[in-house]
């Protein structure tokens, strides 16, 4: 929800305090989340673990400094949204995805995918987000799945929180248009 701390900073600063315990509850809060965000731009569940993980070294090992000024988790999905794109610019440079690597990476995805969605309900909620153009469904996504402020998914971003709003607003609609006001699909 908004304005509720999830306490990942209060264990930060125990960490740095020395409480090596408090990386493991970190680890626990945020990496999976970070690891699914990760994914929905590299399609690869190997890589958006490897990424979260170097996200994560960093701010264990201070190689990149976080200093409280957003929440632990927006800055954490900051950098695992630029680690991603930094990959994928190399990706089109590089072109290098095997047949075979594809489809194990698609069927990984597939699981984490099936883990994530407990319900059909949220299953269609999914496919109506999915079908958003790119940024009204990067919006959506950290805005109500994983619950930033405005403020925080246009830091994100990279945008202001009036195109963060309108995105929403436009978003909201679409879905809408798809799954009704009572959020199914059809008539189930």
């Avoid at 994914?39 to 996200?55: G, P």
């Avoid at 597939?110 to 949220?122: G, H, I, P, Q």
Wanted: net charge neutral; with cysteine; proline share 1%.
């Amino acid at each position: 929800m908004i304005g509720i701390p999830d306490g990942c900073e209060d264990s930060y600063r125990r960490y740095l305090k020395g409480d090596r315990s408090a990386a493991g509850e970190i680890m626990e809060k945020l990496f999976f989340g970070l690891v699914y965000y990760i994914d929905r731009y590299v399609h690869d569940v190997h890589s958006a673990e490897d990424i979260a993980m170097d996200v994560m070294s960093d701010l264990f090992v201070g190689r990149r400094g976080y200093d409280f000024r957003v929440k632990l988790k927006t800055y954490l999905y900051m950098r695992g949204r630029s680690k991603a794109l930094d990959l994928l610019r190399h990706r089109r440079a590089v072109k290098l995805t095997g047949l075979e690597e594809a489809d194990n990476a698609a069927d990984e995805r597939a699981d984490l995918e099936r883990k994530a969605l407990v319900t059909e309900r949220r299953k269609a909620v999914r496919d109506a987000v999915d079908a958003l153009p790119e940024a009204m469904r990067e919006a959506v996504y950290l805005v109500y799945f994983e619950e930033l402020s405005y403020e925080e998914a246009a830091k994100v971003l990279k945008k202001n929180k009036k195109q963060v709003d309108n995105l929403l607003y436009r978003a909201k609609k679409e879905l809408r248009a798809v799954l009704g006001d009572d959020g199914y699909e059809g008539t189930e």
